[in-house]
């Protein structure tokens, strides 16, 4: 439900409204239009009667909406969300990309990619610390060491970092060093997890998992959302598929869909949606022109050696060379990278 307030209704009149309506028991936002302020209401049935929250002083107009989430939609919030950490804005003019090593590996591979992808303009430094691998057997990342070394790695670059959570006994520790956790595609439907990352107030990038419609992966946003974290990133990474040349199916629509849909942010991680190093550029030129916020790219200056995901991993002068292609389709589309 959307509750739409008099245009002059004043600060304490609002809040008076959003605590009545928490004391029915629903979650709450407050989204501020240009020329209107919304409220947002999570978890009304529709056969609810709608009637007494229409009648309280100060509301002018109450909407029952179309779609099964409510903060994640565009009925609540018609403005993009820009999603600020520092001075860096994701789902604003500027294309944000991220980039780095599938993990954090050693001091002198993270220092190394992260000097590289500085200079080749990225602002994000990504990178895996706790790997959520296929096999048991294969590298699991280095835990807290790989911490607090892609944290220095980025300190010595002026670039935030962005690492994976896999559980929510990890918030603390990560918190410590992140400044955006990733819920990676395995964890899309971790739905504890999504509740507790609710509560913090750090941004989270959500990424789709290979089986999920994008409705599904708006509603794993709203989890997040209904908890009060309103900054979150969405991530296109490519979809399962009967198509085997290439590690997953990048689905390009899913931007403008989402960006239809949602006011969230939507970036693209062609790494994982191709594979394949050589198609990483072809498709990352695809998602910018879609409209995508930001890329997520995987980078290693020895990729033979990489203990995960080598092979879809650029050389940091193909990172360079993506970085004067997609300049120019950005600078198309009245976009800057
Ligand atoms: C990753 O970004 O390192 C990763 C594991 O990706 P995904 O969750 O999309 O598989
Ligand atoms: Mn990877």
Known sequence: MVIFLDKDAPDEKIQEIIDKIRELGFSVQKSEGQNQTVIGVGGIKPEYDLKPISLIEGVSKVLGISEPY????????????????????????EVVIFAGPCAVESEEQIFNIAGQIAKAGAKILRGGAYKPRTSPYSFQGLGEQGLKLIRQAADQNNLLVITEILESSQIDLIGK????????????????????????????????????????????????????????????????????????????????????????????????????????IPVSRAAIAAGADGLMIEVHHNPQKALSDGPQ?????????????????????????
């Open 177 to 280: 060093y992140t400044d955006i956790f990733q819920v990676g595609a395995r964890n899309m439907h971790n739905y504890p997890l999504l509740k507790e990352l609710g509560k913090i107030d750090k941004p989270v990038m959500l990424k789709r998992g290979w089986s999920a419609t994008i409705d599904e992966l708006l509603m794993s946003a709203e989890y997040i959302l209904a908890g009060g974290n309103m900054r979150v990133i969405l991530c296109e990474r490519g979809i399962r598929t009967f198509e085997p040349s290439t590690r997953n199916t990048f689905d390009v629509s899913a931007i403008p869909v989402v960006h239809q849909k949602s006011h969230l942010p939507i970036i693209a991680d062609p790494s994982h949606a191709t594979g394949f190093r050589d198609k990483v």
């Open 70 to 93: 409510v903060f994640a939609g565009r009925e609540f919030k018609q403005t993009d969300t820009v999603v600020q950490i520092g001075d860096v804005k994701i789902g604003g003019e």
């Open 313 to 337: 991993a650029l050389l940091p002068d193909q990172l360079m060379q993506m970085m004067t292609e997609i300049r120019a389709i950005a600078k198309a589309i009245g976009r800057t990278i």
